[in-house]
């Protein structure tokens, strides 16, 4: 039998993370969620920026393993006279998902729901054929159905309120598949806390000192983790994220349902060697599927290179990355939580 073989993810945990809010800067409502999981396996701490920090013990390399709580998101930047709503967008979102998309505000009297609007083809009297059907993000408005400013002020809206897009998890092909918003990075999360439980049950015996991190504002900017890599200073550093799928140049042979996968390079670094082998490894030698490839975009790990501690993103292959329909392999998510916790049970050796 494989190793972990018999491990399964718990669904309801990674649909609880998608479905909590906690767009960049606004991570309240994750943060208590994942704290709360945490209480019972130990004390976890929060450092001033909020990322969380948890010492789930171990001896050996110090080795930190970190998700990214933070989700992409909007800003209420203005309310008009008409109660609509200005924003902004927080994180790389394209324009042209916006439109015709259902949000939630969450205001300070709780959230409200709204919708983005879309100009109907029926109404497009001037536009030339082959122009773009989509208007760019700032001159599109949140309507909560509010009739007037005051209106909108009433149900608990002012500028510097978070909007998140609506959600719906959707799983394909039986549970092969499943595609929603936010799965960048609350899988990354539930796979921490997956191994955490792993760990404290005393399936996977930690032959390095395990430290897990769940981060802050990595999409605006990777910002928790360059404080983290400031404070902590561990031997190794691990950054557990999604990674944008399947380019024939950018991503190679990467494929969904292969496997979990080392990064090799993205956009902000070169991955440490060594590390990037310690890790194909640990899962390899234990019969674990696992891919390496290159990719576009970055991840925590980069503050952490940039900081001189060795690092490496360990990933799960996603479709329709920062769309509301990302797609993730069922099979890939479970492998990586057993990729993970062989790499804590190999210590890192070469
Ligand atoms: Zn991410």
Not at 85 to 101: E, Q, W
Request: proline letters at 6%; one cysteine or more.
């Amino acid at each position: 039998m494989a190793y972990l073989d018999s491990f399964k993810p718990d669904k309801g945990l990674l649909e609880d993370l998608i479905l909590t809010p906690g767009v960049s800067g606004f991570e309240d409502p994750v943060r208590s969620y994942i704290l709360e999981f945490l209480g019972k396996y130990g004390k976890p701490r929060v450092d001033r920026l909020g990322n969380i920090i948890f010492e789930a013990g171990g001896e050996g390399p110090r080795l930190l393993i970190a998700a990214h709580m933070d989700e992409l998101g909007l800003l209420v930047t203005g309310i008009e006279e008409s109660g609509l709503l200005a924003f902004r967008k927080v994180g790389g979102i394209d324009d042209s998902i916006l439109p015709s998309t259902h949000v939630v505000v969450h205001g300070s009297k709780g959230p409200v729901p709204g919708v983005i609007g879309a100009e109907p083809p029926h109404l497009r009297i001037t536009r030339k054929a082959g122009e773009q059907g989509y208007k760019p993000w700032h001159e599109l408005r949140i309507d909560v159905g509010a009739e007037s400013r005051e209106e909108a002020v009433e149900m608990g809206i002012e500028p510097f309120t978070p909007v998140v897009f609506r959600k719906q998890v959707t799983y394909m092909a039986g549970e092969r598949y499943v595609a929603t918003r936010g799965i960048d990075d609350r899988a990354g999360c539930a796979t921490l806390m997956e191994l955490l439980r792993l760990v404290s049950n005393g399936v996977v015996r930690p032959r390095v000192e395990l430290i897990l991190a769940w981060t802050v504002e990595e999409e605006i900017g990777i910002i928790g983790a360059r404080a983290l890599a400031r404070e902590l200073e561990p031997d190794y550093f691990i950054a557990v994220d999604t990674m944008t799928c399947c380019h024939p140049s950018l991503t190679g042979s990467t494929r969904l349902g292969a496997g979990p996968v080392v990064r090799a390079m993205d956009n902000y670094y070169i991955t440490s060697p060594r590390l990037a082998k310690a890790v194909y490894k640990a899962g390899s030698t234990r019969g674990l599927q696992v891919q390496v490839a290159t990719a576009g975009g970055g991840t925590d790990a980069a503050a952490f290179h940039y900081s001189g501690v060795p690092s490496v993103a360990v990933s799960v292959p996603v479709q329709y990355t920062h769309s509301l329909v990302e797609k993730m392999h069922t099979g890939d998510y479970a492998g990586w939580t057993r990729l993970l916790a062989a790499v804590v049970e190999s210590g890192l050796e070469d």
